[in-house]
């Protein structure tokens, strides 16, 4: 990982009390019910900033959707609302988006349309006296080798020349494809009981270590929980949003200005 002069920062001012870090919402026009509860949330907007880390959208298939006639197709209509949302906090307070495994093709468009920074992965968040690593979490979880294979292609500039050269439709089906072809992949994983790879401990500890970080915050693994990363650091693992699951995952980590933190579980909503 990069030294700490490199990373991208986060100076809290004194005026935050509050930051709120979620990942993994996964919007998509298909899944009214985590749209609504999202939607709600921000419009509450009860955190002095947010920090998205990661997988805010099922899929993100180029800024030109928010262009896009938005009669043309339901997800694009949806994407733009979910951006126009966006655009309305952050007329309230900061909003700070990570690329995901998903919407790694979020780009300066949508930035400025919805009135966010990008921020790289990892990023440090510098509040009161304590200093927080976010990380999407992907990048390290190394056991995964066709995945990071994967991974390192997309990122690449000539695969994603070559996939934004494409036609806006053609790009809508093969996300939705995808979408297909990642759900049928979970049950088969979950059926033969084989577990979702993890981030690496000791990669995770040397990121966090060469900053100087109180520990880290992430997503990706739809794992959350608390891990202890050497003798004082933390690891704690954002959850995914469902609202259809039983009980709703609809979860927020809120950190506060002392170094204190606490998971939120948010209401569900009624779709519009």
Do not use: K
């Not at 190394?142 to 020349?161: H, I, P």
């Not at 050269?165 to 049950?187: F, G």
């Not at 520990?215 to 990363?229: A, D, K, S």
């Amino acid at each position: 990982m990069s030294g700490p002069a490199l990373l991208d920062r986060i100076d809290a001012p004194p005026s935050w009390q509050r930051v709120d870090c979620v990942s993994d919402i996964h919007l998509h026009a298909q899944d009214p019910e985590t749209a609504a509860a999202w939607h709600a949330y921000l419009a509450a907007a009860p955190f002095d900033a947010l920090c998205i880390l990661g997988d805010l959208f099922e899929v993100w298939v180029g800024d030109d959707v928010l262009t896009a006639d938005p009669a043309a197709d339901p997800e694009i209509a949806f994407m733009q609302r979910a951006v126009a949302a966006l655009a309305t906090l952050a007329r309230r307070r900061p909003v700070y988006v990570m690329h995901g495994n998903r919407d790694f093709l979020l780009g300066e468009g949508f930035a400025a349309a919805g009135g966010v920074r990008l921020l790289a992965d990892p990023a440090v968040l510098a509040f009161g006296a304590h200093r927080w690593l976010l990380s999407h979490g992907d990048a390290w979880c190394v056991a995964d080798r066709d995945y990071q294979g994967f991974r390192a292609q997309v990122r690449g500039a000539a695969w994603q020349t070559a996939f934004l050269a494409r036609p806006l439709a053609d790009r809508l089906a093969q996300a939705r494809a995808l979408r297909q072809r990642s759900q049928q992949h979970q049950t088969a994983q979950r059926e033969a009981g084989v577990a979702p790879a993890d981030v690496d401990d000791d990669a995770a500890e040397q990121a966090v270590a060469a900053v100087g970080a109180t520990g880290l915050i992430h997503g990706h693994t739809h794992r959350p929980g608390t891990h202890r990363l050497g003798t004082t650091a933390l690891r704690l693992v954002l959850s995914d949003w469902d609202a259809a699951a039983q009980p709703p995952r609809l979860q927020a980590l809120c950190l506060d200005r002392h170094g204190g933190w606490q998971v939120r579980s948010l209401p569900r909503a009624t779709p519009a």
